[in-house]
Nanobody
Framework: VQLQAFGGGLVQAGGFLRLSCDAS????????MAWYRQAPGKERELVASITSDGGTTYADPVKGRFIISRDNYADAVYLHMNRVAPEDAAVYYC?????????WGQGTLVTVSS
C-alpha cells in the first residue's frame, strides 16, 4: 500500500483547504479510508472516515465543517476543510487498514493564521 497525501499549506482562519490522498497498490474501491491529524504535543486523532461504499463519520470538532469524499476512479480520498479554525492546525495523514495492518501516508501540514 502506498498513500500520498498533499494539499496542506497556510490557510487563514475561516478559509477553505482541500487535502488529497492518492492510493496505489491496493484495490482502492474495496478499502475504507480515513483522515487523521496530529497537532504538536498531542496524540494523533481520527478526523473523518469513509467506508468502501461511501458511508462517512466525523469527529465532533469537525462535524458540519469538514467533508470526506472519495473518487474510486482516481483512487483518491479527499478532505474538504471549510471554515478552518486555528485548532485545526496539524499534520494530516490519510490511512487505511490493509490485511489487518494500519497504513499511513507521509502527512501534509496544515497551518492556520488567525
Amino acid at each position: 500500500v502506498q498513500l500520498q497525501a498533499f494539499g496542506g499549506g497556510l490557510v487563514q482562519a475561516g478559509g477553505f483547504l482541500r487535502l488529497s490522498c492518492d492510493a496505489s497498490r491496493i484495490i482502492f474501491r474495496a478499502y475504507d479510508m480515513a483522515w487523521y491529524r496530529q497537532a504538536p504535543g498531542k496524540e494523533r486523532e481520527l478526523v473523518a472516515s469513509i467506508t468502501s461504499d461511501g458511508g462517512t463519520t466525523y469527529a465532533d470538532p469537525v462535524k458540519g465543517r469538514f467533508i470526506i469524499s472519495r473518487d474510486n476512479y482516481a483512487d483518491a480520498v479527499y478532505l474538504h476543510m471549510n471554515r478552518v479554525a486555528p485548532e485545526d492546525a496539524a499534520v494530516y495523514y490519510c490511512s487505511t487498514v490493509d490485511r489487518g495492518v494500519k497504513r499511513w501516508g507521509q502527512g501534509t501540514l496544515v497551518t492556520v493564521s488567525s
